[in-house]
């Protein structure tokens, strides 16, 4: 029998789906790749399929996926970016090996060798951090409203006034606690 474990929050940006496995930071964390089976989940879901993952390259994992959420968040701020966070994402980006292919649909993918360990798939998710971070990307980084959550995210939108990480998770979640309050309030009010 299988554990049930949280689902994914996956996004069109790599890295922020990354950071995405750890969601409520700021309230009662949900760790979403507790194991290093549900990290090998994440990456193929993904598109970066391994094999394998120990409870070493798990630890590698998540060590990365804090390093990206805490230069996101500085980057989002502006804040100067902290330098374990850097070195750690620029480690991971520089001992995998990944190619980038082109698809026919004209989009860039990455590809990983038959071969390829969790170590390869993290180089390319620090690879997508570094290129959101240095600007390179059409798009925004913001963090969400949420008071529980305070994820960043990469608004692509075309406004780029994005407020929440999901609309399908923070956002309603916010919207149904202003309805409830609202409503309350008119209730207490017609008394």
Known sequence: MHARFPDFRLGKVLATSFTATLTERCGDPVERIPTPRRLVDWLAVSGLTVESCTTA??????????????ALTAAAVGDRLPAPAVRVINDRSTQGRAAAVLTPENKRQWRLGSDSCVEDALSVVAADSISIIAGERDGKLALCASPTCRAAFFDTSQSRTRKWCDMNTCGNRQKKARFHANKNQSAGSAK
Do not use: F
């Open 57 to 70: 390259q798990l630890e590698l994992a998540r060590e990365l996926r804090e390093s990206i959420h805490a």
